[in-house]
T-cell receptor, first 115, second 114 residues
Framework: AQTVTQSQPEMSVQEAETVTLSCTYD???????LFWYKQPPSRQMILVIR??????QNATENRFSVNFQKAAKSFSLKISDSQLGDTAMYFC????????????FGQGTRLTINP | NAGVTQTPKFQVLKTGQSMTLQCAQD?????MYWYRQDPGMGLRLIYY???????DKGEVPNGYNVSRLNKREFSLRLESAAPSQTSVYFC?????????????FGPGTRLLVL
C-alpha cells in the first residue's frame, strides 16, 4: 500500500517570501504520478501542480515549482513570491500509473501568508 | 458551467438514520469519486466509478453504498449512520480517471452524526 506523509502541520511566512512544503511517500512502484492540491478556506480542492515520476525535470507552474527526488521518495512544493491568496491547506497526493486514478493524500499542511 | 455540485451542503443525522448525498457534474466526465475528509487527515477515497455503469471500492468503503445513476450523477448512501461517519464528504470527477488528469472537486457536504 502507498502512503503519503506531510511532516509540517502548519507553516507561516510573510507575503513575498518563498516557502517550501515537504512531502514524502512510500511505494514499491517505479512509475507513478504526484500532485499538490490546494484547499483554501472555501474548502474547494484545486490542483496546483503535478509530476510524472519517470520525468527527471521538475515541474513548474508560474510561482509554484516542485523538487522531486525519486530516490529519496520526496516531493516538495516551493511557492515563490508568496501572496495572501496562497493561504490554504496544501495536500500532497500520489497515484500509480496502472488502472484507475485513485489518489492517496497526505495529512496536509496549513499555510498562512501574513501581510 | 457549474462544474461539480453537491447536495446538501450540511446535514445533521441521528445514529441509525439513513441518507443519500448527491453529486452531479456537467463536464461530461467519465469518472467520479467520493472522498471523506476528517480533521488532521487528508482525503480518503470511499468509492469511485471509472465509467458509467461501474463502481469500485476505495480505501474506506465500509458503511457506504454508491450508485452511478447516469454519466452525470454519482450518489453516496449511508444506510445506518454512525458517529464515526461524521466528516466532510467531497465528490470529484475527471475525464477518464487515469494518469495525470486533474480531478475536479465539489464544494463538500458537512455531515454531523449525533
Amino acid at each position: 500500500a502507498q502512503t503519503v506523509t506531510q511532516s509540517q502541520p502548519e507553516m507561516s511566512v510573510q507575503e513575498a517570501e518563498t516557502v517550501t512544503l515537504s512531502c514524502t511517500y512510500d511505494t514499491s512502484e517505479s512509475n507513478y504520478y504526484l500532485f499538490w492540491y490546494k484547499q483554501p478556506p472555501s474548502r474547494q480542492m484545486i490542483l496546483v501542480i503535478r509530476q510524472e515520476a519517470y520525468k527527471q525535470q521538475n515541474a513548474t507552474e508560474n510561482r509554484f515549482s516542485v523538487n522531486f527526488q525519486k530516490a529519496a521518495k520526496s516531493f516538495s512544493l516551493k511557492i515563490s513570491d508568496s501572496q495572501l491568496g496562497d493561504t490554504a491547506m496544501y495536500f500532497c497526493a500520489f497515484t500509480i500509473i496502472q488502472g484507475a486514478q485513485k489518489l492517496v493524500f497526505g495529512q496536509g499542511t496549513r499555510l498562512t501568508i501574513n501581510p | 458551467n457549474a462544474g461539480v455540485t453537491q447536495t446538501p451542503k450540511f446535514q445533521v443525522l441521528k445514529t441509525g438514520q439513513s441518507m443519500t448525498l448527491q453529486c452531479a457534474q456537467d463536464m461530461n466526465h467519465n469518472s467520479m469519486y467520493w472522498y471523506r475528509q476528517d480533521p488532521g487527515m487528508g482525503l480518503r477515497l470511499i468509492y469511485y466509478s471509472a465509467s458509467e455503469g461501474t463502481t469500485d471500492k476505495g480505501e474506506v468503503p465500509n458503511g457506504y453504498n454508491v450508485s452511478r445513476l447516469n454519466k452525470r450523477e454519482f450518489s453516496l448512501r449511508l444506510e445506518s449512520a454512525a458517529p464515526s461517519q461524521t466528516s466532510v464528504y467531497f465528490c470529484a470527477s475527471s475525464e477518464r480517471g487515469r494518469g495525470l488528469e486533474t480531478q475536479y472537486f465539489g464544494p463538500g457536504t458537512r455531515l454531523l452524526v449525533l
